[in-house]
């Protein structure tokens, strides 16, 4: 972030989203009634199976399209591959994983570019579409909003125990389907309604990313802690210590942006610092409208929508657990 900061800003007259407020993707205007949406995302292997990998993978870098209210049209692969230690189907399995995903998205790969690396990686650089009208950002939450998020919370942690193999099988199963599920039923269903801002919750965690939908709108959120959805067995797991090195900078980060309310258990706490991957979409909207969402995101098969707090004019900090 304090790179991003020191870069100079970009100008051009269609451009519509860069990174001055550290939205999901950026956003650049063809015509009048085109723009593209890019973005692009990859990280190192958090399950064993190379196919689910990249799946999950995937998925993740298509994410960003979704929250800015855009369909995928296009995906590049990015692979880091260590030469003479992993055999070479391992890579075919993980790009046979991304391809499912994008085909599933109704988008195409047309291509990539692959690195020698000490470190497996990969992803994948994502190219949508939207209506210059329709764009969605992570600012202009209103007083008054409410919030939902369509996937429940804990990725990070349940990943982090699989690694030490203490993590249960159900929470393992839980996360994985969380993981390699798309966000499109979601950015569908949220685009009936009049959202005001959207972004979706990956490695700066729940109160990461509602501290940049904050901060850039000129509230406050305050997110209730006993209304977020978990993943099974995470609250276990976040009291037993399995946390990230991503929970613990997001932590630091965040410190005197985000306060806590005394009854919040240091675990629930974790959790809601825990970075996610392929995390559901944090949407604000007119809280009178926030209950006919939860409902339709529902009955559209996205089971975790929860309403999880509200918006308020600007306090002591942007973020507030309560």
């Not at 900061?5 to 519509?16: A, G, N, Q, R, Y």
């Not at 723009?35 to 958090?46: G, H, K, Q, Y």
């Not at 007083?143 to 942690?157: H, N, S, W």
């Not at 993590?167 to 994985?176: C, F, K, L, M, N």
């Amino acid at each position: 972030m304090h790179v991003l900061h020191s870069l100079p800003k970009w100008e051009h007259p269609d451009l519509i989203v860069g990174t001055e407020t550290s939205d999901d993707a950026g956003v650049f205007r063809l015509r009048p009634d085109l723009a593209i949406v890019n973005t692009v995302d990859f990280f190192t292997p958090i399950v064993d199976d190379p196919y689910v990998f990249g799946q999950i993978a995937a998925a993740n870098a298509l994410s960003d399209v979704y929250a800015m209210g855009g369909d995928p049209i296009v995906a590049l692969n990015i692979v880091g591959f260590p030469k003479g230690t992993l055999e070479i189907d391992v890579l075919g399995e993980i790009l046979k994983g991304g391809a499912e995903r994008v085909r599933a998205a109704g988008a195409v790969v047309i291509g990539g570019h692959s690195i020698i690396d000490k470190e497996l990686k990969f992803g994948m650089a994502v190219t949508g579409t939207v209506h210059p009208d329709r764009v969605l950002r992570n600012v202009g939450v209103r007083e008054g909003d409410a919030l939902v998020l369509t996937k429940r919370l804990g990725t990070g942690i349940i990943t982090t125990a699989l690694k030490q193999r203490k993590a249960p099988a159900a929470s393992v199963r839980a996360a994985i389907s969380s993981m390699v599920s798309l966000n499109k039923t979601a950015s569908a269903v949220m685009r009936r309604f009049q959202v005001h801002a959207c972004s979706d919750v990956t490695g700066y965690g729940l109160l990461g990313h509602a501290y940049e939908m904050a901060s850039g709108s000129g509230v406050t959120l305050v997110l209730e802690s006993a209304k977020l959805p978990l993943l099974p067995g995470v609250a276990r797991l976040a009291a037993g210590g399995y946390l990230t090195g991503g929970c613990k900078r997001n932590q630091s980060y965040l410190e005197g942006k985000v306060t806590m309310g005394r009854g919040v258990a240091q675990g629930l706490a974790d959790i809601a610092f825990d970075p996610q991957t392929s995390g559901g979409l944090l949407i604000a909207l007119p809280a009178k409208d926030a209950p006919r969402l939860v409902k339709a995101l529902r009955a559209a098969g996205v089971a975790a929508a929860t309403m999880v707090g509200t918006a308020t004019r600007l306090r002591k900090a942007p973020v507030e657990l309560t």
